[in-house]
């Protein structure tokens, strides 16, 4: 369209010139912040609604970045489709509102992120879904909980914030055998493990994490066969859980480097376990790279001979959790969260799990004591002396 030189300024600034078309190609995905897309006629409208043309109408139903970013998680998980949310929550959100009726039963595990419980709890009760917790860890007692009415298992690749590992692939063979799906959260384990591979159904990431990176993007990802994503997606666009065009480029581009630091990361939480197993000032440290694990057998089969950039510490209080936070204030930050390039930590109990009750937190191992740490890429000498600083001056 060429600009009218004619029209009147006001009219001008709304009305920007086309680009003449290009022969070459932006090598960096293109950001595109368009929240809705301009069609030439009523029958293109017509077109793009049947499928017949490709085509995005308004960002909350897709947009390019987000296609991008989904089709690239779909890849790495090894997955026919996937969808892109404004949050992990987003996602597990979209999962069993997809999935769910009133009257349906869900199996949910033992020990899974604080909110995913709070979600089904307090949250889908109110729709009259209804759950039952079981030890992930202890495969062969999933049918006890099952129902008539049981429609899906939920579990995590990794557990928060004490690092168990399931049996993937024999939780898989049960749900299978009952004609029940099978979600996995593998926020915690991106590229070390493939859930899909293992049979599970579905796959829900909290993309803020390993896959963008940065602690600069909030996104969620949910990732399954095409026709089960499919309808999906139009629940997750009239609930409002889409992710917007910036974050899934930001994400986008957090993922190229997803390899490499999944490997700086697993390796520096390892060898930081096995310096931090020894110290006196530690009560006990969850990690499934230690053979003191109860499932480091299993985990060292399922992912590979990695274990995870999460290990967990015990140090016995409060108190002394408060002051080791306290101790490392400058070095290793206190922020809820994971995932980051830089090593952070955490308090489950004030963070993570601080919407159950003490009673099932202490259900669960969560003590006032434990100290989640995520682990980043940094060297790992200075990473030993940050702790040996700050336990070393633990009362």
Same mark, same amino acid.
């Given at each position: 369209?060429? !600009?009218?030189?004619?029209?009147?300024?006001?009219?001008? &600034?709304?009305?920007?010139?086309?680009?003449?078309?290009?022969?070459?190609?932006?090598?960096?995905?293109?950001?595109?912040?368009?929240?809705?897309?301009?069609?030439?006629?009523?029958?293109?409208?017509?077109?793009?609604?049947?499928?017949?043309?490709?085509?995005?109408?308004?960002?909350?139903?897709?947009?390019?970045?987000?296609?991008?970013?989904?089709?690239?998680?779909?890849?790495?998980?090894?997955?026919?489709?996937?969808?892109?949310?404004?949050?992990?929550?987003?996602?597990?959100?979209?999962?069993?509102?997809?999935?769910?009726?009133?009257?349906? !039963?869900?199996?949910?595990?033992?020990?899974?992120?604080?909110?995913?419980?709070?979600? =089904?709890?307090?949250?889908?009760?109110?729709?009259?879904?209804?759950?039952?917790?079981?030890?992930?860890?202890?495969?062969?007692?999933?049918?006890?909980?099952?129902?008539?009415?049981?429609?899906?298992?939920?579990?995590?690749?990794?557990?928060?914030?004490?690092?168990?590992?399931?049996?993937?692939?024999? #939780?898989?063979?049960? &749900?299978?055998?009952?004609?029940?799906?099978?979600?996995?959260?593998?926020?915690?384990?991106?590229?070390? &493990?493939?859930?899909?591979?293992?049979?599970?159904?579905?796959?829900?990431?909290?993309?803020?994490?390993? =896959?963008?990176? !940065?602690?600069?993007?909030?996104?969620?990802?949910?990732?399954?066969?095409?026709?089960? =994503?499919?309808?999906?997606? $139009?629940?997750?666009?009239?609930?409002?859980?889409?992710?917007?065009?910036?974050?899934?480029?930001?994400?986008?581009?957090?993922?190229?480097?997803?390899?490499?630091?999944?490997?700086?990361?697993?390796?520096?939480?390892?060898?930081?376990?096995?310096?931090?197993?020894?110290? $006196?000032?530690?009560?006990? #440290?969850?990690?499934?790279?230690?053979?003191?694990?109860?499932?480091?057998?299993?985990?060292?089969?399922?992912?590979?001979?990695?274990?995870?950039?999460?290990?967990?510490?015990?140090?016995?209080?409060?108190?002394?959790?408060?002051?080791?936070?306290?101790?490392?204030?400058?070095?290793?930050?206190?922020?809820?969260?994971?995932?980051?390039?830089?090593?952070?930590?955490?308090?489950?109990?004030?963070?993570?799990?601080?919407?159950?009750?003490?009673?099932?937190?202490?259900?669960?191992?969560?003590?006032?004591?434990?100290?989640?740490?995520?682990?980043g890429i940094e060297d790992q000498a200075d990473l030993m002396k940050d702790?040996?600083?700050?336990?070393?001056?633990?009362?």
């Amino acid at each position: 369209m060429s !600009h009218d030189q004619t029209a009147h300024p006001s009219t001008q &600034c709304v009305r920007p010139e086309a680009l003449p078309a290009s022969t070459t190609r932006s090598l960096v995905p293109p950001l595109e912040w368009s929240v809705v897309f301009e069609f030439d006629d009523l029958d293109h409208v017509d077109s793009v609604y049947a499928g017949q043309s490709a085509g995005y109408v308004y960002a909350r139903d897709g947009h390019p970045n987000g296609t991008r970013l989904a089709n690239q998680i779909a890849r790495l998980e090894g997955a026919e489709a996937a969808l892109v949310t404004a949050s992990g929550m987003g996602a597990e959100a979209a999962l069993f509102l997809g999935l769910l009726k009133q009257g349906d !039963h869900v199996a949910l595990a033992k020990g899974l992120y604080g909110r995913t419980q709070v979600l =089904i709890d307090k949250e889908l009760s109110r729709f009259g879904v209804s759950f039952t917790l079981f030890d992930s860890t202890e495969p062969d007692s999933l049918s006890e909980s099952f129902t008539d009415r049981t429609k899906i298992v939920f579990v995590e690749t990794i557990t928060n914030p004490l690092v168990r590992v399931p049996n993937l692939s024999k #939780i898989s063979e049960i &749900c299978q055998s009952r004609g029940i799906y099978l979600g996995v959260d593998n926020t915690f384990a991106p590229l070390i &493990c493939q859930p899909i591979a293992l049979g599970a159904d579905f796959i829900t990431h909290s993309a803020t994490k390993m =896959i963008a990176g !940065h602690s600069d993007a909030t996104m969620g990802a949910l990732v399954g066969k095409k026709s089960e =994503i499919d309808k999906i997606r $139009p629940i997750s666009s009239s609930f409002g859980l889409s992710a917007n065009p910036f974050e899934s480029a930001l994400t986008l581009r957090g993922m190229a480097t997803l390899p490499l630091r999944m490997k700086a990361a697993c390796q520096n939480a390892l060898e930081l376990s096995q310096f931090l197993v020894f110290h $006196p000032k530690v009560i006990k #440290i969850h990690y499934p790279g230690l053979q003191s694990h109860p499932d480091h057998l299993l985990a060292n089969d399922q992912f590979h001979g990695e274990f995870g950039t999460i290990a967990t510490i015990d140090l016995g209080s409060r108190d002394a959790a408060n002051q080791f936070i306290r101790n490392l204030k400058g070095r290793i930050p206190f922020a809820p969260s994971l995932g980051d390039v830089a090593t952070t930590l955490s308090h489950p109990v004030t963070t993570s799990h601080r919407g159950l009750s003490e009673t099932e937190r202490l259900e669960l191992g969560i003590t006032p004591g434990l100290v989640r740490l995520s682990f980043g890429i940094e060297d790992q000498a200075d990473l030993m002396k940050d702790f040996e600083y700050a336990l070393s001056r633990l009362s």
